[in-house]
Structure formats: structure tokens, C-alpha cells
């Protein structure tokens, strides 16, 4: 298998705790430039995990001139955009870190150049790699649910805001949890529907947290001034089909009912939830029963029951669609609804007032 030619620009903490080294992990990857507008972090990148010789750069622009394939794009929300476009503009296939955008405007954009180039773009949802994840996709599949006309979006922490980097900052996010961690919820939601036609979406927004001290986060008491996005976002939405999904996102909130990046179905032939692993709920010759798969060995794609993680699972298929021209699993245009759904949600919580689509 020959070695795929990559930069990445971008090498704050998603970089180092799941793209860099699940490449590394990979083997098939030869990471020749680095960027980042802390020229310490490209270093430190390039250290741990680079090419002998490999290139270091504060200008993304520069990096684009190098000789590599393909570009991971893992900078803040607001530039995902930009960069990924002149990316793809100057021959580059592009990995860009979720949310696809942080507009709704940007990530139409990133599609259009992905076609008019002809160059690959796929979105960094990982969580549709776990096992139970890949299980429910084919049962979905398959019909084993039936029409699934009801479902649920869960991304709730209970106190667990992050404090580091710029994921407090509005500007540069776009929001807080429901732009952060409600995206990985919902697209798992959307994908396991194989549903992309929203009608409507409707939202309440609220900071209701965010001033307080002596807050019990997990990661250390946040500091309010600079804590302008939401601490928690709710969604309801209808789809074309009359299908609908509500979506819940916070990272601080007082409930004890903490699920993250999970999705409940509800079918016309049995439902599914992610509650202490994966269940899957139905009637079975007049009685109520319970499905518990063991999804510790095999039958399932990309899992055969070792050490392989998610972000492990994303790189190969990134590179087999790049080099071995197979098929993402993650798409643009899915992503781009995701992106859409988010804003209108956003949107919704602003105005008091729900938001259609195509009007």
C-alpha cells in the first residue's frame, strides 16, 4: 500500500488527540507539512508525529504549495470554510474537522468547489464508526425498524464545559454544544434515517449557566466574561416525510440524564437507544422483548473486536477514498444539512419564531 502524501493545518488539540495519532497508528500516511498561527504547536506537531524534513508554516496558504495529496483542516469553526476551499481550489483532497461550517452559506460553498474540482470532501464524524453505531446502520438498512418516524438527538453533559482553546468564543465557534457536540448527535440521528429533507425546524437557545462560580466543571470553573456562546440549545424538527427528531445539547446543565452523541429511534417495527449499549426494543409474538447484540467481536463493518477506535476507522476510510477511489461514509451534502439544521436552530432561538426550509 503506498504512502499518502498529507498536511495538516491546524495542530491544537484535535489534531493531537485523534487525527495524528490514529494516522500514526495507520502507518500509510506520510504528514510533510504542518501549520498552524502558533508556530510552537506546528513544531511540536511536526516533532511527535512529522516526516524527517517536513515543513512548517503560520500561513495555510503556504502549505498548499507543498507536494501532498490531501489536507486535514482542524482549525477553528469560522475558517473550516476558507481553508477547505482553497484547499480543494489548489488540488488538495480535504478532512475537515466538524461542524462543516460554521454557516450554512460556507459549507454550500465547500460543496460546490468539492464538485466543480472534482476533489474529495468528507467531515469529521467519527461517532459513525463505533460499533454500535455501524450494528443500528444496518438494522436501519435492512428494515429491521421499519419507518422510523420519530427520533432523538442526545448531546448532554451535566457539567462539562470546555475551557480551553476558542470553544467559548461565538465569533470564531458560531455557537457552543449545539454547534460542538449536538453536530456528532444529530448527524448520527440523520444517517441512521437516511433522511435529508427538513421541513422545519423550531429551538430555544439559552446561557442560563454561564455567570455562575464555583461551577463543578469537569474541566475547571469557566470564566464568564469570556463565555459568550450558549451553555445549552434544545431543537425540534419536522422532516418532508412527517418524520420528526428532537435534538438536546448542552454542556452545562442540571440533569442527571447525561447522553452523548446518541441517538433513539423509534420504527413502525421496533425502536433503538444507545442506554448502556445498544438495544433494540420490538414485540415478538404478542410480547414485549428487549435485543442486547454483543458487539464485542465481529459481524460488523470496520469493528472486528480489537483495539480499533473510531477516529482509527475514519483515516482508513479517508484513505482508501483517496487512494483506492472507494466510497465515503461521511458525505458533504449530509454534512450541509447538519450545518443548515444547526443555524435554523439557532436562528429559531433568536427570533421566537420556527424556520422552513426552501421558502
Known amino acids: 500500500m503506498r504512502k499518502l502524501k498529507v498536511g495538516v493545518i491546524g495542530c491544537g488539540g484535535i489534531a493531537n488527540r485523534k487525527h495524528l495519532p490514529a494516522m500514526e497508528k495507520n502507518g500509510n500516511f506520510e504528514i510533510v507539512a504542518f501549520c498552524d498561527i502558533i508556530r510552537e504547536r506546528a513544531e511540536k506537531a511536526k516533532a511527535e508525529f512529522g ?143 437516511d433522511n435529508y429533507e427538513p421541513e422545519m425546524a423550531v429551538g430555544s437557545v439559552y446561557r442560563k449557566l454561564a455567570d455562575q462560580t464555583e461551577t463543578g466543571n469537569a474541566w475547571g470553573d469557566w470564566d464568564p466574561d469570556i463565555f459568550t456562546v450558549e451553555d445549552s440549545a434544545f431543537g425540534f424538527i419536522k422532516m418532508k416525510n412527517g418524520a420528526t427528531i428532537s435534538l438536546e445539547s448542552s454542556w452545562a446543565l442540571n440533569s442527571l440524564d447525561v447522553r452523548e452523541a446518541e441517538t433513539t429511534l423509534c420504527g413502525t417495527k421496533a425502536g433503538a437507544d444507545m442506554v448502556n449499549g445498544l438495544r433494540i426494543n420490538r414485540v415478538n409474538f404478542g410480547k414485549q422483548c428487549v435485543e442486547t447484540p454483543d458487539l464485542g467481536k465481529g459481524g460488523v463493518a470496520f469493528y472486528d473486536g480489537n483495539a480499533e477506535k473510531p477516529a482509527d476507522v475514519e483515516q482508513r476510510v479517508f484513505y482508501d477514498a483517496v487512494v483506492n477511489g472507494k466510497t465515503l461514509v461521511v458525505k458533504p451534502y449530509q454534512a450541509l444539512v447538519v450545518t443548515r439544521i444547526l443555524e435554523a436552530i439557532y436562528e429559531s432561538g433568536r427570533t421566537g419564531q420556527p424556520v422552513y426550509f426552501d421558502r
Not at 60 to 74: Q, T
Not at 117 to 139: E, P
Open 51 to 193: 516526516e524527517q524534513g517536513a515543513a512548517v508554516y503560520t500561513d495555510y496558504k503556504e502549505l498548499l504549495k507543498e507536494d501532498v495529496e490531501a489536507v486535514y483542516v482542524l482549525t477553528p469553526n469560522s475558517s473550516h470554510g476558507p481553508i477547505s476551499i482553497d484547499a480543494m481550489e489548489a488540488g488538495k483532497h480535504v478532512m475537515c474537522e466538524k461542524p462543516m461550517a460554521k454557516t450554512s452559506a460556507e459549507a454550500e460553498a465547500m460543496l460546490e468547489a468539492s464538485e466543480r474540482t472534482g476533489k474529495l470532501l468528507t467531515i469529521g464524524y467519527q461517532n459513525r464508526y463505533r460499533s454500535d453505531s455501524q450494528y443500528l446502520k444496518r438494522a436501519c438498512e435492512s428494515g429491521d425498524l421499519g419507518e422510523v418516524y420519530y427520533a432523538k438527538a442526545h448531546a448532554v453533559r451535566r457539567r462539562a464545559v470546555p475551557t480551553w482553546g476558542v470553544f467559548l468564543d461565538a465569533e470564531k465557534q458560531g455557537g457552543g454544544p449545539l454547534i460542538d457536540i449536538g453536530t456528532h448527535a444529530l448527524d448520527l440521528t440523520l444517517w441512521m434515517m
